[in-house]
DNA sequence: TACATTACTACCCATTCATGTAGTTACATT
DNA sequence: AATGTAACTACATGAATGGGTAGTAATGTA
């Protein structure tokens, strides 16, 4: 019987030599268990060791489901699965792919043993591991994505009205809501306008989303 | 004088102990030069040094100016900077204002010498040094933001339609836009709000822009 | 062929919006 | 004490909006 602490680890990779090489050097660690090996998403997804196991390295070039696919339907059946990516491909697009799609690590195939071993263990212990140059890639992307946004300066009044506004709310149900009369709400929401050069409600709500203006509650 | 190759790094850290500590530890290393050392972001951005360097390290608790605050100074005097965080806090909060405001790694302060060294080296590199724990912060922030959205499945008549209501175009504009009668836009707004569940023209510019429904130009 | 759906046109109407003008009150600056 | 500004209230008005109803041509489906 094995130690409660071991790792548990499954690996989908099509080629035979990367999947032995890989099996026999995750086994070599004593925290580490290899408990099954598959060479495509579908085979994977068909048995059961998916919903006991820690960690699962998956490759994204796979005979049938490409591995970037194939990440949320492990996930819809083990949502505690750490998913490390292991792939040939190192481009922007696989990567954010597999990322977004629920993978917590991602790695290029010319991996050393070491780093796959320890690749495992930050998994396990609730870290993302990834080399510095894909870390880099995300970190880009990040910060491209809120760079265009201009400086537009509202007050605490004026953003609590547009972000109403950015519900569908009326004139009046702002009034009612932030218990002023309705022209004090026009009188607000001309400021607005002004400010963000804009001159009906959904011009506004559409500046305000997009320059972070209005919090965005993706609850409903 | 010095060999080109030498990375050139400066300090900001307000902790007299740790600025020398770091100071030892990567001029110990050969291929480092820690240039110039400052307690405040105030102090560094007078220096002329800051054009001239390769690697920052920046504390984010700082009397005067936080770290998180001079990134964005810092990378207007010098855009190729590298800037590197290292402070004592590790909340998402502050790694996220640092990383959007342009810092390209993060590490906490009890940072080893070891890792700090191959810190520099890996922003030098062009990659992002961070922890696999600050790693992992980043992706689940990636994971969550595009999550909830619902797929609203819209015509293309329909998508078109509702990203001139996102300029702000009045239902006579679109009309004349896309060679249509003010009632045929009609019609279709009022899809619009049905599928999309909302009954104005705000309400569903915000769900529009959130579902990634409206292709949004920030080029204005 | 009968029936349903889609993509419109067309008309109506109460409500809401955008905007102009004209006060009032409170507070800060000079 | 005078001036200015921010945050409102109040009134007015034409234009735009949202929603209901009805009809048509084109297309697809049973």
Redesign the interface.
Known sequence: MEEPTLIRVIIVEDNPYIREGWTTILDADKEIVVKSVFRSCEDALESKDVAWCDILLLDIQLPGMLGTDGVEKFLEINPALSIIMISVLEDSEHV?KA??S?A?GYFVKKVSPEELVKAVK?AY?????????I??K??DS??KL?K??KEYTLSDREQEILTL????K?YSAIADQIYLSVDGVSYHIRNIYRKLQ?????????KG??NGL?K?D??E
Chains 1, 2 share one sequence.
């Open positions: 954010f990322l977004r629920g917590i930050v212990g609730g870290g993302s591991p990834m080399s510095p140059i870390a880099r995300v970190i990040m910060q809120p265009a946004k506004l950015g519900d569908g009326s804009v001159k009906s409600k959904a011009e506004a709500v559409a989303i997009t209005i965005i993706r609850g």
